[in-house]
């Protein structure tokens, strides 16, 4: 996804060129429509201008903040969230509600960057900070967002395997490779047809977990308890409810998100820019909002199907397939490793989609979208052929996520705190102070994890 590329930012919010407030111009168009685009920014222009309301003007806006969200479903939460409800039943629910609303102040911070200055968060760091201080982001979002990769493509590998026994996990890696360059082929079309598949994916991994949920029935009275009531029961629970909310925010959707929203819908004033934000703010609401209802599902799932069942620990998500097979029958395995193969290729896909951006936004160079997607699922298939235990690679990645979480959340908030690059968007003094401990504690638990993994503990 090409930006622009000025030799510096605008001093306010606003793009180049933008009119006078209280002057009405039309929404200004991607440099290149296709005509699926057209017809998306056609209706866009008419929610803005006020023909369209309710429903019918959300629609055209709807799509970054779902596409943002799949790293929320992600193979990683899959195996975090089975082992918190099999091990803690669901005590942890409440862990998992409160990184959810994280997230969704994160994430409209990150569509907010786009929309107010045309640029995502890795342009605006080239454009702000020292070029080494460039140098050194950009080397660290490559090696996370192949560290995503990984994780995903072995999640999406894992699940293949899991359906279908008789597929060697390196063939199906080999098939998860053909059906990802097939999704980012469609993405070539326009951004339209690439949100939609993503959020058909999305909606197989909804399907798949309120069918589990149905089959496992959970008594809604501890489910309420585990949300509202926070505790721990003894230190373990607490590292792994750190683990959850620290594992909460995925450093490479914070660069895509800003790039997902800086061109899709241009406001040409600064009332349109903040119809704009409300409008995807609500996409953010609306998407994160079902990625944290497939996270509370997935732990519930564990908590009702393995907690106090004598199931043991579940060492992989291939043991909690077998083991959902055996607890609830009624092909609730298939429906996990449906779930799990539609996961892994949908966050695979934004994985790479991501990259483009940090190499496009850092250094203002870029590869074919086919050459990154082979380049960086090369480490998942060695690892696989030689090998390597899948579960602990993803594992191992997760912990090379945690690395990359402060150098993408800080700058995110000094920026939206900006009231010259925001301009009329620009944080609220009471949403710097929430956005400031939200990042303080993420950062915090996070650099915790990484102590508890070099101490050995």
């Not at 977990?209 to 629970?237: H, K, N, Q």
């Not at 750190?242 to 997902?260: E, N």
């Not at 060695?382 to 997760?398: K, M, N, T, Y």
Request: with cysteine; hydrophobic share 55%; net charge positive.
């Amino acid at each position: 996804m090409e930006g622009r590329h000025p030799a510096d930012l605008p001093p306010k919010g606003g793009r180049p060129g933008t009119n006078p407030p209280g002057t009405k111009a039309p929404i200004e168009h991607a440099v290149v429509a296709l005509p699926g685009e057209e017809r998306v920014l056609r209706a866009a222009e008419k929610a803005l201008n006020g023909q369209t309301r309710g429903l019918r003007a959300l629609v055209p806006f709807l799509g970054p903040a779902f596409v943002a969200a799949v790293a929320y479903v992600d193979p990683g939460n899959f195996a975090t969230n089975i082992a918190g409800g099999a091990q803690y039943g669901y005590m942890l629910l409440w862990v998992v509600l409160a990184a959810n609303l994280m997230a969704m102040l994160v994430q409209s911070m990150s569509a907010k960057l786009g929309i107010a200055t045309g640029f995502n968060l890795a342009e605006v760091c080239r454009q702000r900070f020292p070029r080494r201080v460039v140098f050194g982001l950009w080397i660290q979002a490559e090696i996370i967002a192949m560290a995503t990769d990984l994780a995903e493509f072995i999640g999406a590998a894992i699940g293949i395997h899991l359906l279908f026994p008789s597929v060697p996990l390196f063939v199906a890696g080999i098939i998860t490779a053909f059906a990802a360059f097939g999704i980012l082929a469609i993405q070539s079309r326009g951004f339209r047809g690439f949100e939609a598949v993503i959020t058909a994916l999305v909606a197989v991994i909804v399907a798949s977990f309120a069918f589990e949920v149905f089959l496992a029935r959970p008594p809604v009275s501890e489910v309420a308890a585990g949300l509202f009531i926070p505790r721990f029961d003894g230190t373990e629970s607490i590292l792994l409810g750190a683990g959850i909310l620290g594992a909460t925010v995925m450093p490479h959707v914070i660069y895509l998100h800003s790039a997902l929203t800086q061109r899709r819908v241009v406001g040409a004033t600064d009332a349109e820019q903040r119809k704009i934000f409300n409008f995807e703010r609500w996409d953010v609401v609306i998407a994160m909002g079902v990625a944290g209802i497939v996270n509370i599902a997935m732990l519930a799932l564990a908590a009702a199907a393995f907690h106090g069942h004598n199931i043991g620990p579940l060492q992989g998500l291939d043991q909690a397939y077998k083991a959902l097979g055996v607890r609830l029958g009624h092909g609730a395995d298939i429906f996990f490793g449906l779930g799990l193969l539609a996961s892994g290729l949908s966050s695979s896909s934004v994985g790479t989609l991501a990259g483009q951006v940090v190499m496009q936004g850092f250094i203002h160079r870029q590869i074919p979208l086919f050459l990154r997607r082979a380049i960086t699922m090369a480490p998942a298939l060695v690892i696989i052929a030689i090998g390597v235990d899948p579960s602990r690679a993803l594992v191992l990645s997760q912990v090379v996520l945690s690395f990359g979480i402060p150098f993408a959340l800080i700058p995110l908030l000094l920026f939206c705190r900006d009231p010259h690059l925001m301009g009329s968007l620009v944080n609220r003094r009471a949403t710097n102070v929430i956005a400031t401990l939200v990042v303080g504690v993420i950062v915090s638990l996070n650099v915790f994890l990484i102590y508890l993994l070099i101490a050995g503990r």
